[in-house]
Every structure is written in structure tokens, then in C-alpha cells.
């Protein structure tokens, strides 16, 4: 055999299939050929082009069928459509998940500072300060924060090779993504941590301290 070339590795089936050495031969030396794929790169839109397509075939040969005429953007998205699907309803998921964490958070705490409202009332009668009291709010919902984030992130450890049947060009243990999503937790407990913070800051200190 004359080799004429020599060619880039690149993967052929899907994103998920490895990169494998190949051998291209001409279609004219195949025994076996029965049917073949055309890739045709074009400045024009790719509707126009498949009726210029369809017309120049014809005019060859009017009895030769042309199947499943699409755009390689097309034919990607169907090869990626599962793993497009699978990542939407994790992302809802995970979403749904935060929002959950945030209500939860902030109805502890807005239970925690109705229950201590006569104590933060005798801390501001005694000279205590709106930020001392932001402060005692926002540390508990800190040390919430760090726990659960804590548990979170061991159990996400744990379970990752679930998921790695699932992804690719990532790795199921893939840093940066742990990093954004403790940012992520770490932003949403501060926005669930805020209004119970900010409506102890406000307490009447005659009125927290009639408060039963």
C-alpha cells in the first residue's frame, strides 16, 4: 500500500469515544462499499445548499437516493442530546436543591432570632451594636454553612464514579467545579443569612425586652 498522507487524530463516533488510529482508503479500492457520506463545506446558508446539492446529484445520476441531508451541527446535536438532557435536569436539580438549602437556612435562623429577640433587646440596652448583632446572626448561619457545605462536599466526593459514566472532556473530581459550587452555597446561605440578620439589627430594644 502507498501512503499519500497523513492526517490529525480526531474522534469519529461520538464526544465520548476515544481517539483511535485510522486508515483511510479510497471508496474505489473498497470490497465492501455500499453506501457514502459526503461532507461539503459552504459560505452559503446550508437550506440553499442542500436544493443545489440535491440538483447537482441528480443531474449525475437521477436514480441515486440521497439519505439524511443535515448540517454537522445537526448531527452533533443529536450525537450530544442525552448528555444535553442529563445536564439540564441535573442543573434543575441542583437549583431546586440550593433554593431548598436557602429556604431552610433562613427559616432556622428567622426562628433563632425570634426565639432570642430578648436577648439580642438586653445586648443593645446594654450598649451592644447593630453590627455586633449582624455579626451573631450571620456567624450562626456561618457555622450552619460550614457543616452542611462540609457534608455536602464529602458525600459529592463519595459518589462521584456514579457520575463518571456520565461525563466527559471533565473529570468526575474536576476542582474548579467544586470550587464554583462552594462559592455558589457560600452566596446563597449569605443571601438566606441577610434578612434574619437584617431584622435583628432592627429590633426595638424596649420593645425586644417586653418581648415574651
Known amino acids: 500500500m502507498e501512503i499519500v498522507g497523513v492526517v490529525a487524530d480526531s474522534k ?19 470490497p465492501d462499499l455500499g453506501a457514502l457520506t459526503f461532507y461539503v463545506r459552504t459560505e452559503r446558508d446550508p437550506a440553499q445548499m442542500a436544493a443545489t446539492l440535491h440538483e447537482t446529484i441528480g443531474r449525475l445520476d437521477a436514480n441515486l437516493p440521497i439519505n ?29 436543591a440550593a433554593l431548598l438549602a436557602a429556604l431552610g437556612l433562613y427559616g432556622v435562623l428567622a426562628y433563632v432570632v425570634a426565639r432570642r429577640t430578648r436577648e439580642i433587646g438586653i445586648r443593645m440596652a446594654l450598649g451592644g451594636r447593630r453590627v455586633d448583632i449582624l455579626r451573631l446572626v450571620l456567624g450562626q448561619g456561618a457555622v450552619l454553612t460550614l457543616i452542611g457545605g462540609a457534608i455536602g462536599l464529602a458525600a459529592a466526593l463519595a459518589v462521584t464514579q456514579l457520575a463518571a459514566s456520565l461525563l466527559y472532556g471533565v473529570s468526575a473530581r474536576d476542582p474548579l467545579t467544586f470550587v464554583a459550587v462552594a462559592i455558589l452555597l457560600v452566596v446563597v446561605s449569605a443571601a438566606a443569612c441577610y434578612l434574619p440578620a437584617r431584622r435583628a439589627m432592627r429590633v426595638d430594644p424596649m420593645v425586644a425586652l417586653r418581648y415574651e
Open 68 to 96: 439524511n441531508m443535515r448540517t454537522l451541527a445537526a448531527q452533533v446535536e443529536d450525537v450530544v442530546f442525552n448528555d444535553r438532557l442529563v445536564a439540564v435536569l441535573s442543573v434543575s436539580l441542583a437549583v431546586l
Open 12 to 30: 469519529w463516533d461520538s464526544p465520548r469515544s476515544d481517539i483511535k488510529p485510522f486508515l483511510y482508503s479510497p471508496y474505489a479500492q473498497s
